[in-house]
């Protein structure tokens, strides 16, 4: 049976969403590894003529085959340069492209002296029977003026590897709800906001000037996470948002 999300994040709390958590079928345990590579040159001391891509990821146990299989493709798309719709299929195909792109744009621009670098690391967030969700921050700088960072969520059921959405823990009917406390959050971290400004007027951009929710969103022990990376609703200089709607506020709604 599967477990309400009020229910997950009770069981969090309680015992903590650590490494090890008994399911009916198995124990689903993880632990933490990294990947790294470097382009030829390599990385050593202060040089910065070099291209780096780093990544620290869960690797599960007492998961299907067919589930872990899965899990591992949603993380090396979710890690593939902030792409999360990419193809890639292992970390190793994205770290290899990364670097080939660094080589073709140094052999362009051999008088560059800027080196490039990918960093990300996967953090699981809750892991029961019923749940995994895990956070993939990431940070990159390829040249220009500034870098890149970002994050992204896999959510899913550990016993069929099926994704889990809003859809699947809350009631029908939650949207303008969610939307409504959403936008109560997203008024807390902006000061400039009044009365008398709109969103457009500070550089926001939604469709029509209406807050919407994203579908970048994972689940906490405490509530729902949603990130809206850089440019996604504004220019670079507003930097990423992030709106976390606490299961306390939408307990009517939960399944």
Not at 152 to 178: A, M, R
Not at 226 to 250: Q, W
């Amino acid at each position: 049976m599967r477990l309400p999300l009020v229910l997950v994040a009770a069981v969090c709390l309680f015992i903590g969403c650590g490494r090890k958590q008994e399911t009916k079928k198995s124990v689903v345990t993880f632990e933490m590894k990294a990947f790294r590579l470097e382009s030829e040159s390599g990385c050593k001391g202060d040089t910065m003529a070099c291209a780096s891509y780093t990544i620290e990821y869960p690797v599960f146990t007492g998961l299907i085959d067919a589930v872990n299989d899965s899990l591992k493709i949603k993380m090396a798309a979710a890690v593939d340069t902030g792409n999360p719709e990419s193809d890639t299929l292992s970390f190793e195909a994205a770290g290899r492209s990364f670097i080939e792109d660094y080589k073709s744009t140094k052999d362009e621009f051999p008088d560059g002296e800027m080196g490039w670098y990918y960093s990300a690391k996967v953090a699981v967030n809750i892991l029961s029977d019923s749940l995994i969700s895990l956070s993939v921050d990431n940070e990159y700088f390829t040249g220009g003026a500034h870098g890149g960072y970002g994050t992204f969520f896999i959510n899913l059921d550990p016993s069929t590897g099926k994704s889990i959405t809003l859809h699947d823990v809350l009631k029908p009917g939650y949207d303008e709800t969610l939307r409504q406390i959403g936008e109560e959050e997203f008024k807390k971290s902006i000061e400039e906001l009044n009365d008398s400004t709109s969103y457009a007027d500070l550089g926001f951009e939604f469709p029509d000037d209406k807050f919407q929710l994203n579908d970048n969103y994972g689940f906490t022990d405490k509530g729902i996470r949603f990130v809206f990376n850089v440019y996604e609703i504004g220019p670079y200089v507003l930097g990423a948002r992030e709106v976390f709607i606490p299961y306390d506020k939408i307990k009517n709604w939960l399944k």
